[in-house]
């Protein structure tokens, strides 16, 4: 399969090596800030499919040049979730296909389960409180992560107490708080915490490297080849599990 990047930073290079390295698919095109107008080049029109970890402000002006092409769109950028009804549109309107996460680890998407599950069986245990802690690299530019969003929005939808989530501590028993930490060369790591004043019960995810990460947006891609219609890459992941 013919690839094209959008975003030469961490990840595009870590997607780079891990396709060179395995041979089964061919990169085509990479764009990055220093050649924008390669979008339109005719190499970048030969790829079969196309992964974006660009800039969030990027998201959409990329994916109306790759959906106008007829090519399946897997989006790991994140910091664009305002826009994602727009994006929904934009797909459906040109039957295109767009694959897009928070995190492409399949190791955290199997986290988001055991999220879902804990945050159910804690509904009507209102002796605890919850917290999410989430720790990055510095060079990370969005926070809360996309990951960390993604569960919170997956308890407050099973917790009728919490209204929103915030960034920060917080004094208010219907926001969720998250915790942000930016530490040298941390890669990722997330963890949910119900604490009571007799105990606590979480669940953590952490990264130890980017090639998980990598290996999803490639799977997505492979997975994205002849599908139409707008998923998430969790969705993606239920489907090849059941397949």
Request: aromatic share 8%; glycine share 6%.
């Amino acid at each position: 399969m013919k690839i094209a990047l959008i975003g030469y930073g961490k990840m595009g290079k870590m997607i780079e090596s891990i396709i060179k390295a395995n041979n089964h698919h061919e990169i085509v095109s990479i764009i990055s800030s220093k050649n924008k107008n390669d979008l339109l080049s005719e190499q970048f029109k030969s790829a079969q499919a196309v992964i974006d970890f660009s800039q969030p402000d990027a998201v959409l002006s990329n994916a109306e040049i790759v959906l106008s092409h007829d090519k399946p769109l897997i989006i790991g950028t994140t910091g664009w979730n305002s826009e994602i009804n727009t994006l929904q549109e934009l797909c459906i309107k040109n039957d295109g296909c767009v694959v897009y996460a928070s995190n492409f680890s399949t190791g955290v998407n199997l986290f988001f389960e055991l999220n879902d599950f804990l945050a159910a069986l804690m509904i009507n245990r209102n002796e605890y409180s919850v917290r999410i802690d989430e720790t990055h690299h510095t060079q990370k530019k969005d926070a809360p992560s996309g990951t960390a969003i993604t569960l919170a929005n997956s308890i407050i939808g099973k917790r009728p107490n919490f209204i929103k989530w915030v960034n920060g501590d917080s004094s208010n028993k219907n926001e969720l708080p998250i915790f942000s930490h930016r530490i040298e060369g941390a890669v990722g790591e997330h963890s949910i915490s119900y604490n009571s004043i007799h105990d606590e019960i979480s669940i953590r995810h952490k990264a130890f490297d980017r090639v998980s990460f990598a290996e999803g947006s490639i799977l997505a891609a492979e997975w994205a080849i002849d599908k139409k219609g707008f998923y998430s890459f969790r969705e993606v992941v239920n489907r090849i599990l059941k397949d």
